[in-house]
């Protein structure tokens, strides 16, 4: 008995469910050209964001190779500041080396004595 009432059911709810699904078939059909028009002016605008998109890049590549750019001209001339000052505290440092060294043989050490307006070398005596 109960699987005899589901289909007389069904029977009765499908005039009812048809019309509805017809209906609304019916209200979802658009004219086809008015349709082609709204996909291509959707990708237009596509088209035209992806071009947006690749100027800004673009420019924002460009200012980055010119960053590029001038920080390697800022690091070439940074080295060459780096070996000059390296050169000039190289050779003082051997002066300042030269001026502290114990002379290897003490008789032979020259001292400079102020006498009169020349200076006056003599040998030392100690």
């Known amino acids: 008995m109960i699987t005899s009432r589901i289909p007389a059911l069904l029977l009765a709810l499908t005039p009812f469910w048809s019309t509805a699904s017809f209906a609304t078939e019916e209200v979802q059909q658009i004219d086809p050209v ?11 605008a596509d088209i035209d964001a992806v071009n947006q998109e690749y100027d800004s890049e673009s420019a924002n590549l460009k200012q980055l190779q010119l960053d590029a750019t001038n920080l390697t001209r800022q690091g070439a001339e940074i080295g060459r500041q780096n070996a000059t000052v390296l050169k000039r505290l190289l050779i003082s440092s051997f002066l300042v080396f030269l001026m502290i060294q114990k002379p290897i043989y003490p008789a032979f050490k020259m001292n400079i004595v102020h006498r009169g307006s020349p200076l006056k070398r003599t040998k030392r005596t100690s």
């Open 34 to 44: 008015v349709a082609i028009d709204e996909k291509i002016d959707q990708k237009k």
